[in-house]
């Protein structure tokens, strides 16, 4: 098999994540970077050891060697980069949410359609082992009919007023921030593993600080907590910072769930449940190896993963055996090795989120922003 190169587009906190988890596959190369100027695409290129780096996305597009892009830029950006990418014949694994508008992912997805690449929106989450075991169990019946579905994605680092990001601010991030950048992937896991599409939702968002603190240099992702005062611009604030959200799928099953960026205590608490007529299911991010197991009249059950163990088609979601974790980084690779084996051999099967999976989530988180402004329920 050729060795595959591929160009990291995006420097931040997703640069590193991404850059890490392409090498580990082997067979494919970061051959450039590119960042918000040449300086920064310099310093990320020096620190990861790549010699190509550029503050101009189209010079890595003019390269006829490279196969692929990564889009990890804020999310105003997603949609010129991959449609200028995909129309110089390059594969495209773009981060979620896909773009700033159901408009736009129409748009990709056509042209991903018209040229014939290979496309990708990153919904790793639901590639832990043990979510695929879920969705193994949901297919076999073992759940039963599923009735209802609840659970939250949950963090802190967003917290205090002088807490910042690029997210925050809706030029660059969309209307929708902590639904759109983690409410995204919980609609996205809930449908995988139940095989259930929301059909309707009700919403409710709220905007905790109207103001907060915008630093006067740049602060990366998960980062900023040692800034001074004086190094702070007050900003108005037009994104929501918890969403509820009610939920119906198929003809039988209810649920809701929220999403926080406020919430102490919570790093990255990524949690859903399923629950049949026959039994339920528990599982969170933050602890990846543990799935519940609740059933009515026996004992509940705590599994931990292990691929000789697992269900079906989620053994291959685990390339390490029992008692060896498998997070967050794992849950990446696993989407890019579906990904890269498909840009390798166009005849490869499809088995990672697409384009289209992109174009319905961006139809819901509308449907999202359509409900709290009617305060109702909407059709989706």
């Not at 009735?147 to 807490?163: A, K, N």
């Not at 799928?249 to 929220?258: A, D, H, K, L, S």
């Not at 039994?279 to 004992?299: F, T, Y």
């Not at 291959?316 to 055996?321: E, N």
Request: with cysteine; glycine share 8%.
């Amino acid at each position: 098999m050729r060795k595959l190169k591929t160009a990291i587009i995006g420097t931040g906190f997703m640069g590193k994540v991404h850059s890490e988890n392409v090498r580990r596959l082997g067979n494919v190369e970061i051959a450039a970077v590119c960042g918000s100027s040449d300086e920064r695409a310099r310093a990320f290129a020096d620190s990861i050891g790549v010699d190509t780096a550029t503050g101009d996305y189209r010079r890595l597009l003019a390269d006829k060697s490279i196969d692929a892009v990564h889009i990890l830029t804020p999310n105003a950006l997603h949609f010129p980069v991959a449609m200028a990418a995909m129309e110089a014949g390059k594969a495209v694994l773009c981060e979620k949410p896909l773009t700033l508008s159901e408009d736009e992912a129409k748009q990709m997805v056509k042209m991903a359609a018209k040229k014939k690449v290979a496309n990708c929106v990153q919904h790793n989450l639901r590639y832990y082992p043990m979510a695929q075991h879920i969705r193994q169990m949901i297919a076999a019946g073992e759940l039963g009919d599923i009735l209802i579905v609840q659970g939250t994605y949950s963090q802190d680092w967003l917290l205090y007023e002088t807490d910042y990001n690029w997210r925050v601010e809706k030029k660059p991030n969309g209307a929708l921030r902590a639904v759109g950048d983690i409410g995204s992937h919980w609609m996205d896991m809930i449908q995988h593993v139940t095989g259930l599409k929301i059909s309707a939702l009700c919403a409710e968002l709220a905007i905790f600080h109207k103001s907060r603190k915008k630093p006067r240099h740049s602060v990366e992702t998960f980062t900023g907590k040692q800034l001074e005062p004086e190094d702070y611009d007050d900003i108005r604030m037009e994104t929501e910072d918890f969403g509820a959200v009610l939920v119906r799928m198929g003809e039988r099953c209810r649920g809701c769930y929220t999403v926080s960026q406020m919430s102490a205590g919570n790093k990255n608490r990524f949690e859903f449940e399923v629950y049949g007529t026959k039994s339920g299911v528990r599982w969170n991010q933050e602890r990846p190896d543990e799935l519940w197991i609740g059933r009515r009249n026996e004992p509940n059950q705590i599994i931990i993963k292990d691929p000789s163990l697992l269900r079906g088609a989620a053994a291959g979601f685990a390339d390490l055996p029992g008692g060896h974790s498998e997070g967050y980084d794992d849950s990446h690779k696993q989407v890019f090795k579906r990904f890269y084996a498909k840009v390798a051999d166009p005849s490869a099967p499809v088995d990672y989120p697409t384009f289209a999976d992109g174009l319905w989530g961006m139809h819901l988180l509308g449907k999202v922003l359509e409900s709290s402004k009617k305060k109702a329920w909407v059709k989706c």
